[in-house]
């Protein structure tokens, strides 16, 4: 398009992914030239609940990470507390069964303590499982699930799976994959690409 008046050159956003760039010569017209934006970076606002979807792009990743954390932590400690258990001890029930040998008390320790509330957390609920019997150590003072633990451990899979069909509610699997690719990609752009090999 052309425009009348003004003189030198002058970038401006547009609505959409455009910008122009006025361009000027001696006893001539302006001209403005749309031009794509690249690498344009979307402004960030403040987090906001009632963001609508229009909104959402320029949402903090960390606030609606952490939201959603937080209501889903809740919900399945909730679900866990009506049958008098915590999630580090379904952590731990999964720990003890899940590898190729039985741990030792202290690599159940280490490689729980970071998803715990304190680092003295995971040996706790190693006595109280020992104590409720659902834990036992052999004479090489590695962990093993009784046959009472492991079927705490196959219903504790069984509400873990009807809490994740809530949370799943009207989300296909096809978007919560390609909400974690994002997810994903976000972590190795600031972190690196390595992973924790945390599987739980």
């Known amino acids: 398009m052309t425009v009348v008046g003004g003189s030198g050159a002058y970038t401006g956003r547009v609505a959409g992914n455009g910008a122009f760039r006025w361009f000027s010569a001696p ?5 403005a030239i749309m031009e794509p934006l ?14 609508t979807d229009d909104m959402l792009a320029t949402q903090p990743v ?6 959603t954390q937080m209501a889903v932590t809740r919900h399945l400690r909730d679900a866990l507390a009506k049958i008098d258990v915590t999630q580090p001890q379904y952590w731990v029930l999964n720990r003890v069964n899940g590898g190729p040998a039985a741990p030792s008390r202290e690599e ?3 490689q729980l303590t970071d998803l715990a509330d ?3 957390e995971i040996a706790r609920v190693v006595d109280q499982l020992l104590h409720r019997a ?6 090489g003072q590695r962990l093993h699930l009784t046959d009472a633990g492991e079927a705490a451990r196959a219903r504790l ?4 799976t009807e809490v994740r069909a809530v949370v799943h509610k009207d989300i296909s699997d096809e978007e919560y994959v390609a909400a974690l690719k994002v997810l994903r990609k976000m972590v190795i752009n600031v972190e690196g690409d390595r992973t924790s090999g945390n599987p739980f």
Not at 27 to 31: D, L
């Open 27 to 31: 006893g001539e017209c302006n001209v």
């Open 38 to 51: 690249i690498g344009t970076a979307t402004v960030q606002a403040p987090a906001n609940p009632a963001a």
């Open 62 to 67: 960390g606030y609606w990470c952490g939201l």
């Open 108 to 110: 159940v320790v280490a």
């Open 118 to 120: 304190g680092p003295h």
């Open 134 to 139: 659902w834990l036992r150590i052999d004479d």
């Open 157 to 160: 899979r069984e509400l873990a």
